[in-house]
């Protein structure tokens, strides 16, 4: 079983079929061997994966790499509201030893800008699904999709272990992140932390600060509800703890580049499923 996946740009990787996959209840990922590359993208909760007996919990941000001729399975439930994009695809036919890859993506990593991933892959499912004239455009933006996962992912490698109070830490903030009294000051009492000294931490670990990273969890929830709902930009705010759609408004933009209707546009053909 390989660590990295080589990737190799003369033609384009061609899609099969994919999705994004939400549930409702609590779930588990069938059993079974594939032929072709599955990847998945965390979108929420965790996706508890077992490939040939090694195990894997995909979060939010997260990639997992099926290859084929794996056996793979949920080796435990995920609670509902689980959510993932998922992309069966083949590499390039002329892809073949002693060709030299253009890049490498690893089998399991955390995405450090898990929003342009997303962006990529609602594009995907949007030429999937008929969004473009040409039958090839699948193919094109699922290159695109790996072409940025390699970029963001080069010198990486697999996920490093995390310290217990540092997972604690990043669930709680995730789990309350849509609060609208969340703050620095109210994790580090949370976690037990003087408030400078989280805040110090917490940037030379991740490499952003924990406002920041507050703000990026609220943003990704609110292009999820954009993306994939009807609900008014009134609701989506409020849905993610900011009860001033105008002030909202302006937050979306200044950190997207975009109001939240045009981003809503950009993306109304994607679609939900649980194939």
């Not at 995390?162 to 109210?186: G, K, N």
Request: with cysteine; aromatic share 10%.
């Amino acid at each position: 079983m390989s660590s990295m996946l080589p990737i190799y740009l003369k033609s384009p990787h061609r899609l099969v079929i994919g999705g994004q996959f939400l549930s409702d209840e609590a779930w588990a990922h069938m059993e079974r061997v594939i032929q072709d590359y599955e990847l998945i993208i965390g979108v929420s909760g965790i996706i508890f994966m077992e490939i040939d007996r090694v195990v894997y919990e995909v979060k939010a941000g997260d990639i997992l790499i099926l290859q084929p001729g794996e056996k793979h399975r949920g080796y435990r439930l995920s609670l509902p509201g689980v959510s993932f994009y998922w992309f069966h695809f083949y590499p390039p036919e002329c892809a073949e030893p002693p060709e030299k890859p253009d890049g490498y993506i690893p089998r399991y990593a955390a995405c450090p800008h898990p929003s342009r991933v997303h962006i990529l892959a609602r594009q995907v499912l949007h030429a999937a699904n008929g969004g473009y004239r040409l039958a090839s455009a699948g193919d094109y933006f699922m290159t695109s999709l790996l072409i940025e996962l390699a970029e963001q992912l080069e010198g990486t490698g697999a996920q490093p272990p995390f310290d217990p109070q540092l997972i604690r830490l990043l669930e709680w903030t995730r789990i309350h992140a849509m609060d609208e009294d969340i703050s620095v000051q109210r994790i580090a009492e949370k976690m037990g932390y003087n408030r400078e000294y989280l805040s110090r931490m917490f940037k030379r670990r991740f490499g952003l600060g924990l406002l920041s990273y507050i703000h990026k969890l609220k943003l990704e929830a609110a292009k999820e509800i954009l993306s994939c709902t009807n609900h008014p930009v009134k609701q989506v705010a409020d849905q993610v703890g900011m009860k001033d759609d105008k002030q909202f408004i302006k937050w979306f933009k200044r950190l997207s580049g975009v109001t939240p209707t045009e981003y809503r546009r950009a993306f109304h053909q994607t679609r939900l499923n649980k194939s």
